[in-house]
């Protein structure tokens, strides 16, 4: 199941691809990306989707939860999400926005990283410093 309430501006891009099957058979591979200038009401709520989801904040904050875990993503920052489990993330609340570039992917690579980037598959952020 999926539910979103895409409150975005018209700048904000996505894209999709289905990776042939040599992409398939890398380290790691890329399914969906964009960018997207959120607003105030901006929410996506899943039940699955096979891939993980990398999300990082250029302005605003962002609220995922996921199980028992919520964090508020903000400026700077960056998560690491695992989609195989229900998950939801919007744009924080008391924010007027959420502008974050995100991608789907997957592969062994990335599962293989999980342990690191979702220790204790708690949902954790990372703090990026130098990243424009």
């Known amino acids: ?37 959120a607003q105030q009401h901006f929410s996506t709520a899943r039940t699955d989707k096979e891939s993980y989801l990398l999300f990082y904040t250029l302005r605003g904050a962002g609220l995922i939860e996921q199980g028992e875990s919520h964090v508020v993503l903000s400026t700077g920052q960056a998560l690491l999400l695992n989609c195989r489990t229900p998950q939801s ?14 991608v789907h992917l997957d592969g062994a690579g990335v599962a293989a990283m999980e342990p690191l980037l979702l220790p204790g598959k708690k949902l954790t952020p990372v703090q990026l410093t130098g990243v424009k």
């Not at 993330?89 to 995100?102: D, F, N, R």
């Open 1 to 37: 199941m999926l539910t979103y309430n895409m409150d975005v501006t018209p700048e904000s891009v996505w894209k999709r691809t289905t990776p042939s099957e040599a992409e398939l058979a890398q380290p790691y591979y890329c399914t969906e990306a964009g960018v997207f200038y």
């Open 89 to 102: 993330y919007c744009t924080a609340p008391g924010q007027s926005c959420w502008h974050h570039y995100w």
